[in-house]
């Protein structure tokens, strides 16, 4: 399984730029998902959620919870379930240079701008470095079959970490959203 994440998160790290979410995921094309209808929740492998706040990790969970109930599958606490869920998030600190240069020039031409002139010119430029920090988290959920002991699904996604706290809840719902749309059952309809 550490393998297998050190996969997603390199993958996924590479091409976290931006604002928005960048997401893989793979699943066992043998396995018959519209027959789980059941899952318990594992938890968070390695203790990977004592970086999150308690309200983040709530939030983390509800989202995914919600998620799978829209695709016809309940949380149960019975170790009969049909599916164990278990999650895992890293984060990673990068930094990020961009230039910018800016120029000056001053020029002389000949016969005000008619026919072939005789010029001169000269300018400078600078350029501007700026640095910036930032961190890139990467969200993994995994999908086991419960009697057949083995990983049936795996999505992870990965972005830039937004650290304000207004409108939290609605990026974490969105992330989970996009790193659960592959799942091989899609949401139900709505009644």
Not at 43 to 70: C, M, V
Not at 137 to 145: E, N, P
Not at 148 to 169: D, F, H, M, P, Y
Request: some cysteine; overall charge neutral.
């Amino acid at each position: 399984m550490k393998s297998l994440i050190k996969f997603f998160t390199a993958a996924l790290l590479v091409t976290a730029c931006g604002s928005g979410i960048s997401v893989t995921s793979d699943y066992d094309k043998s396995y018959d998902f519209v027959d789980a209808k059941t899952a318990v929740y594992f938890g968070w492998s390695d203790g990977t959620d004592k970086i999150l706040s308690p309200f983040d990790k709530e939030r983390i969970e509800t989202a995914f919870k919600n998620e799978f109930k829209e695709r016809g599958i309940t949380f149960t606490k019975n170790e009969n379930a049909d599916i164990i869920v278990s999650l895992h998030i890293v984060t990673q600190k990068k930094q990020e240079t961009t230039a910018t240069t800016t120029g000056t020039g001053m020029g002389y031409g000949g016969y005000y701008g008619y026919g072939p002139g005789y010029g001169w010119g000269g300018g400078m430029s600078s350029t501007t470095y700026s640095t910036y920090d930032y961190t890139v988290g990467t969200l993994l959920v995994s999908v086991h079959d419960v009697k057949e002991k083995r990983l049936v699904w795996e999505s992870a996604g990965s972005g830039t970490i937004n650290e304000k706290t207004e409108g939290r809840e609605d990026r974490i719902n969105y992330a989970v959203k996009q790193i659960m749309y592959k799942y091989p059952v899609k949401p139900l309809p709505s009644k």
